[in-house]
C-alpha cells in the first residue's frame, strides 16, 4: 500500500537555526513528489515538485532533496514567517496522489 | 490569475442536516479534486473529476456524499446526512493535467454539532 510519512510531527527553532524536515515514501512507481506550505486557516500553497532520485529545488531560505526512498526540505536561516505547515505529497503512476500528515514547523525571534 | 474559489467559508450545522459546498477552478484547468483535512492530518482525497467525469471516488462516502462538475468548470460537494465525524476542512483543488501540481482553494471549514 502506498505510505507517505513525515517527521517530526511539528520542529520549534529559532531563528536562523537551520534544520531539515523529512518524507519517506513507499509508492509502486513514483509520478512526482510535491511539497506544500500551509498557513493556519489557509488551503496549502505549492512550494516544489521533485521528480527523480538526485533532483534539488531551491527557493528563498528553503531547499527540497529527492532519493529513492525519501525527500527531505532543508530550511536555511529560518525567520519566524517561514512558521507553517508543510505537507509532503507523492503522486504514482497510477495518477494518486497521497498526502502525509505535515510537520508543523514553529520559528522563534 | 484567479486562483480556486470556494464558498463558503465556514458553515455550521445539526447532525443530520445537509449541507452544499462550492468551487470554481482555475480557468483552464480540467482537473478538479475535492480533499478532506481533519485537523492535524494531510488532505486525504475524497474525489477527482477529469473535465465533467469522475476519475477516483474509491475513498468518498457514497451513503451520505455526493459530488458533481457540471459542464467542466463549476463542482459542489453534498453531504446528507452529517455525521458529527463529518467535521473537517473540506478542500478544492484544481490542476491543468491529471500529473500534478495543483493550487488549492482556502477551503471551508465545517463544524457539525
Known amino acids: 500500500e502506498d505510505q507517505v510519512t513525515q517527521s517530526p510531527e511539528a520542529l520549534r527553532l529559532q531563528e536562523g537555526e537551520s534544520s531539515s524536515l523529512n518524507c519517506s515514501y513507499t509508492v509502486s512507481g513514483l509520478r512526482g513528489l510535491f511539497w506544500y506550505r500551509q498557513d493556519p486557516g489557509k488551503g496549502p500553497e505549492f512550494l516544489f515538485t521533485l521528480y527523480s532520485a538526485g533532483e534539488e529545488k531551491e527557493k528563498e531560505r528553503l531547499k527540497a532533496t529527492l532519493t529513492k526512498k525519501e525527500s527531505f526540505l532543508h530550511i536555511t536561516a529560518p525567520k519566524p514567517e517561514d512558521s507553517a505547515t508543510y505537507l509532503c505529497?507523492?503522486?504514482?503512476?497510477?495518477?494518486?496522489?497521497?498526502f502525509g500528515k505535515g510537520t508543523r514547523l514553529h520559528i522563534l525571534p | 490569475e484567479a486562483g480556486v474559489a470556494q464558498s463558503p467559508r465556514y458553515k455550521i450545522i445539526e447532525k443530520r442536516q445537509s449541507v452544499a459546498f462550492w468551487c470554481n477552478p482555475i480557468?483552464?484547468?480540467?482537473?478538479l479534486y475535492w480533499y478532506q483535512q481533519i485537523l492535524g492530518q494531510g488532505p486525504k482525497l475524497l474525489i477527482q473529476f477529469q473535465n465533467n467525469g469522475v476519475v477516483d471516488d474509491s475513498q468518498l462516502p457514497k451513503d451520505r456524499f455526493s459530488a458533481e462538475r457540471l459542464k467542466g468548470v463549476d463542482s459542489t460537494l453534498k453531504i446528507q446526512p452529517a455525521k458529527l465525524e463529518d467535521s473537517a476542512v473540506y478542500l478544492c483543488?484544481?490542476?491543468?493535467?491529471?500529473?500534478?501540481?495543483?493550487?488549492f482553494g482556502s477551503g471551508t471549514r465545517l463544524t457539525v454539532v
Open positions: 483543488a484544481s490542476s491543468f493535467a491529471e500529473q500534478g501540481p495543483f493550487s
Open positions: 480557468s483552464g484547468h480540467a482537473t
Open positions: 505529497a507523492v503522486q504514482g503512476w497510477d495518477d494518486k496522489i497521497i
